[in-house]
């Protein structure tokens, strides 16, 4: 028969191993810019990736489900065939895309599976 000490050591040990276990499985959701994606973005190609830009003025085409998502450099092409817009999508705001990044056609694009806009007053100044 286990002593009390031997019992406590196991517990502590399948404890320990199921908080490891848990950590492992955690999705590691690093949301990048667009400056950063468009760096090297032959890195991310094909790849499930989270970024945060700006919406560019004068980009959205609701006849190919198309935009641009600026960076403070870089641009990248945003395909939102597959996925509704949320509410409170406009040009000039800032959002968050998780999507694939691939090659098509001479440019970079993220293939959209998420949008996200929030809330305004989360990205003005503090006053």
């Not at 040990?13 to 950063?36: A, G, H, P, R």
């Not at 973005?41 to 499930?48: D, I, L, V």
């Not at 968050?96 to 098509?104: E, I, P, Q, R, Y």
Request: charge should be negative; include cysteine.
């Amino acid at each position: 028969m286990a002593t009390r000490k031997s019992r406590l050591v196991i517990i502590g040990v399948l404890l320990l191993v199921l908080t490891s276990l848990m950590f492992l499985n955690v999705d590691k959701d690093y949301q990048y810019s667009v400056d950063e994606i468009m760096g090297s973005p032959e890195n991310f190609e094909n790849y499930n990736v989270h970024l945060r830009g700006e919406v560019v003025i004068g980009t959205v085409d609701e006849e190919n489900n198309i935009f641009y998502l600026s960076g403070v450099v870089e641009e990248i092409l945003i395909d939102y065939s597959s996925i509704s817009i949320p509410d409170g999508f406009s040009e000039g705001l800032t959002i968050s895309v998780k999507g694939k990044l691939a090659f098509n056609e001479g440019s970079w694009a993220i293939q959209a599976k998420e949008i996200q806009t929030g809330c305004p007053s989360k990205y003005e100044a503090n006053q």
